[in-house]
């Protein structure tokens, strides 16, 4: 499965950005879709997920700002963030794993740059 992540951009604190990664094929099920970052100088970390049966997880500090959602007919999910803080710059990357799991599977997209300026 390739995975084509879209959507970053320049946005000031409180934006909002909406990254989209369409995955090539349809995905096999069960899977799991999520988004990671990683901040210049940082490791790649989690920001959310979401199963094929609608299961999501999150970071903490997302909680509440971030909603992954995804569409299957699209072979799509997307990644609606508000109230963005500079904190949330950072390189985006869609993950696919071809199970139900709250760990990184071996797909990765080619990222996507989110800078939110103060």
């Known amino acids: 499965v390739q995975l084509q992540a879209s959507g970053g951009g320049l946005v000031q604190a409180g934006g909002s950005l909406r990254l989209s990664c369409a995955a090539s094929?349809?995905?096999?099920?069960?899977?799991?879709m999520g988004w990671y970052r990683q901040a210049p100088g940082k490791q790649r970390g989690l920001v959310a997920q979401i199963t094929s049966n609608s299961q999501t997880n999150y970071k903490d500090s997302v909680k509440g700002r971030f909603t992954i959602s995804r569409d299957n007919s699209k072979n799509t999910v997307y990644l609606q963030m508000n109230s963005l803080k500079p904190d949330d710059t950072a390189v985006y990357y869609c993950n696919y794993a071809p199970r139900w799991s709250w760990g990184a599977g071996p797909n990765w997209g080619q990222g996507t740059l989110v800078t939110v300026s103060s």
């Open positions: 094929e349809s995905a096999d099920s069960p899977n799991t």
